[in-house]
């Protein structure tokens, strides 16, 4: 999603809040996606995706 769907379904949340919130899933995912390259790709893509998606949820939950 992008920030601008965070931000009408979480009317409450500050920009501030939003903005660090997306920067964060958004280099961290690189972050993991750099890390999985490095190490020779021993999970399955899928299951980096679901671990990047697990993630990117639960961060989420803090614009609650």
Do not use: C, R
Not at 11 to 40: K, M, Q, R
């Amino acid at each position: 999603p992008s920030i601008n769907e965070w931000k009408k379904s979480h009317p409450a949340a500050s920009e501030e809040l939003l903005e660090s919130v997306y920067l964060y899933i958004a280099n961290g995912s690189i972050g993991l996606i750099e890390n999985w390259v490095n190490t020779g790709m021993k999970e399955s893509f899928k299951d980096l995706g679901k671990i990047i998606g697990g993630i990117s949820k639960n961060a989420q939950l803090s614009l609650k």
